[in-house]
């Protein structure tokens, strides 16, 4: 098939969307599929474009059997909900000539819109629509719905202006997916139908996350102790990653020479987070770590932290959970007992009230002194992982929804 995938980001973004489009571009490539990309300079978890990359010039590049396009995006170094929607429209503005462009030569069978960024969306249509093509939106986040929620976009004409703009767009795609069981509801109640949704989770190689055999080479690395017990944060560090709650967990725990807190990742709340930690014994602020030292870094932990703010529920699911899972590993989430995320991890690790360092604390508490629950919720946490989060299962199956959508046989 000849395929056109649209979105602000790809590889080689380390995590987030850029990572999961990154990685469906490589297989579907791989199976031999003509596979052309439309994406931002590569900015993300860290805010600034990475080296090597400019955030004002289009560039032709070639990662492996795929062709991408890069397009030049403004990236504030401090996002705000204004600087946000700058962002967002700098790009849909900045890639439409080039996304007409492509459905013209490519001439795709199917174009592939993921948003963010919703803007995007209609340029996608359109260039598959010039050539007879369908169209495949995927939805990672709800970004109007929690742009609103979190604050950072306000105005009652302003939200229903949006909301029904959304709602076009949805109307006018072919298919329409998203991430999980509870955004699927909400596509449905935004008024897509039964026959154009898709379930198309976020997945995990387990083959390369899995559960270590031997202590992992970072407790050398970190000077831990052989008995110390590891709660560990791994990933991006912003708004709607509810990282306060990361902060009151540690003062909590401080002083109890058995668990060590390991906060690892980039984005715009890890000065704040520096901040707030400064002077706590017992805690480590690391980098994101590479891809190829990944499997080592999740099994370092003994507990993974997975917090949320209460208002992106059901907004988002976190991608980095299907890593966590994968390792064998239990996971504490930040979340109401009735969304999502909290049935993702129902069985696999403990659920806390969203925001609530204390709960937080004293389920980090609870599992440091049970190894065997730790070791029952580890194991049920890899199960998961290979019956849901598995990532050849869930693209072979896209790859033949997408031949169906495309006229294969």
Not at 83 to 95: G, I, P, Q
Not at 270 to 299: M, T
Request: proline share 6%; aromatic share 8%; hydrophobic share 50%.
């Amino acid at each position: 098939m000849r395929l056109l995938v649209y979105g602000l980001n790809a590889a080689p973004e380390p995590i987030g969307i850029g990572k999961y489009t990154g990685e469906m571009v490589a297989w579907l490539a791989g199976r031999g599929h003509q596979v052309r990309v439309i994406a931002a300079p590569p900015y993300y978890p860290a805010w600034r474009v990475a080296e090597g990359w400019s955030s004002w010039a289009w560039r032709r590049e070639r990662d492996r059997d795929a062709v991408l396009f890069r397009c030049p995006h403004y990236v504030p170094a401090r996002p705000s909900g204004f600087k946000r929607l700058l962002h967002l429209v700098s790009f849909a503005w900045s890639s439409l000539p080039v996304a007409l462009w492509q459905g013209l030569a490519h001439r795709p069978e199917v174009v592939i819109a993921v948003a963010p960024a919703l803007a995007t969306a209609p340029a996608a249509w359109a260039a598959a629509r010039l050539v007879g093509g369908r169209t495949w939106l995927h939805v990672q986040d709800f970004e109007v719905d929690a742009a609103f929620e979190l604050g950072l976009l306000k105005g009652r004409w302003m939200r229903r202006l949006a909301l029904a703009l959304e709602r076009a767009i949805y109307g006018g795609f072919d298919r329409v997916s998203s991430i999980s069981a509870r955004m699927m509801d909400r596509l449905e109640a935004k008024g897509v139908d039964e026959p154009r949704r898709y379930f198309l989770p976020n997945w995990v190689d387990c083959e390369v996350i899995r559960p270590l055999t031997q202590p992992s080479p970072f407790r050398a690395r970190l000077g831990l102790p052989a008995d110390a017990v590891v709660a560990l944060y791994s990933g991006n560090m912003n708004e709607k990653q509810g990282i306060g709650v990361l902060a009151d967990l540690a003062g909590r725990i401080a002083g109890r020479s058995s668990i060590t807190v390991v906060f690892a990742g980039e984005g715009p709340a890890k000065s704040r987070l520096r901040d707030a930690v400064a002077g706590i014994d017992g805690v480590h602020l690391l980098p994101l770590q590479p891809a190829e030292a990944l499997n080592d870094f999740l099994g370092l932990a003994d507990i993974h932290l997975l917090p949320q703010r209460a208002d992106a529920a059901d907004l988002v699911l976190p991608s980095k959970l299907g890593g966590m899972l994968a390792s064998g590993r239990p996971v504490i989430a930040c979340t109401a007992t009735d969304t999502g995320l909290a049935a993702a991890v129902g069985g696999c690790g403990l659920v806390v009230a969203p925001g609530d360092g204390e709960a937080m604390a004293a389920a980090v508490l609870r599992l440091a002194q049970a190894p065997e629950e730790r070791a029952t919720l580890g194991a049920a946490a890899r199960i998961r992982a290979l019956e849901v989060w598995d990532r050849q299962g869930i693209l072979e199956r896209f790859e033949a929804d997408l031949a169906r959508l495309a006229g294969h046989r």
